[in-house]
């Protein structure tokens, strides 16, 4: 199968780290993204990965990627009440292809 | 630049009726898409575009069509709407699917069907 799958639902206090998780099953997978839905809008991308790295650090965002196990991750430090959002994983394959499979998004909520 | 626009952000629609959501972009970009967002199943792709002129069926086409008869528009039509369909409509936009391909969305639309 192609699912990608996120937990639903995540809860932090302002100021810790929030960490979401995302497992794939495509392994020809190229990039790997993060995508951020603000409440009443579209998606926008906030970071991507190549399949050949295993980390990318971009300010306050931390993207792990484990290949072997099929595990992307997205760490948030110092997690602000704007931070609340639904983070979607998405992935692409090889160049050339429209396809994108997104997962299921993870609620992140920001308590105060 | 307005980058991704859809008309319109919400409508209520009863059973068997038939109505076409717009989507435009100002980013000249070659490839666009409508997908359907519904709750725990993350985003489905229904139909893409590669080009003016085409159009090619995405994971859940069935019930609706498309038509991309301008390079900077993206038509999804409902022919005869299903309460199954009452979900949020995204259309989105990409220079190519080469390398890192980023996605640019509209706003989303609401569609109830009753």
């Known amino acids: 199968g192609e699912d990608v799958e996120q937990s639903l639902f995540l809860s932090v206090r302002e100021g810790d780290s929030s960490v979401i998780n995302c497992t794939y099953t495509?392994?020809?997978?190229?990039?790997l993204y993060w995508y951020k839905q603000e409440p009443g809008a579209g998606l926008q991308l906030l970071t991507y990965i190549f399949s050949n790295m295993d980390m990318k650090q971009d300010q306050r965002l931390t993207v792990l990627l484990n290949k072997k196990d099929k595990h992307l991750s997205l760490r948030i430090a110092d997690t602000q009440t704007g931070d609340s959002a639904i983070y979607f994983c998405a992935e692409s394959r090889s160049s050339g292809t429209y396809k994108y499979i997104f997962g299921t998004g993870t609620r992140l909520k920001v308590l105060a | 630049n307005a980058g991704v626009t859809q008309t319109p952000k919400f409508r209520v629609l009863k059973t068997g009726q038939s109505m076409t959501l717009l989507c435009a972009q100002d980013?000249?970009?070659?490839?666009m898409y409508w997908y359907r967002q519904d709750p725990g199943m993350g985003l489905r792709l229904i139909h893409y575009?590669?080009?003016?002129?085409?159009?090619a069926k995405g994971e859940v086409p069935d019930g609706y069509n498309v038509s991309r008869l301008k390079k900077q528009n993206f038509l999804l039509g409902l022919e005869s709407a299903a309460p199954s369909q009452t979900s949020v409509y995204f259309c989105a936009s990409s220079y190519s699917p080469s390398g890192v391909n980023e996605q640019f969305f509209g706003p989303g639309t609401r569609l109830t069907v009753l």
């Open positions: 495509d392994s020809s997978s190229t990039y």
């Open positions: 575009s590669v080009g003016e002129g085409t159009t």
């Open positions: 980013m000249n970009h070659e490839y």
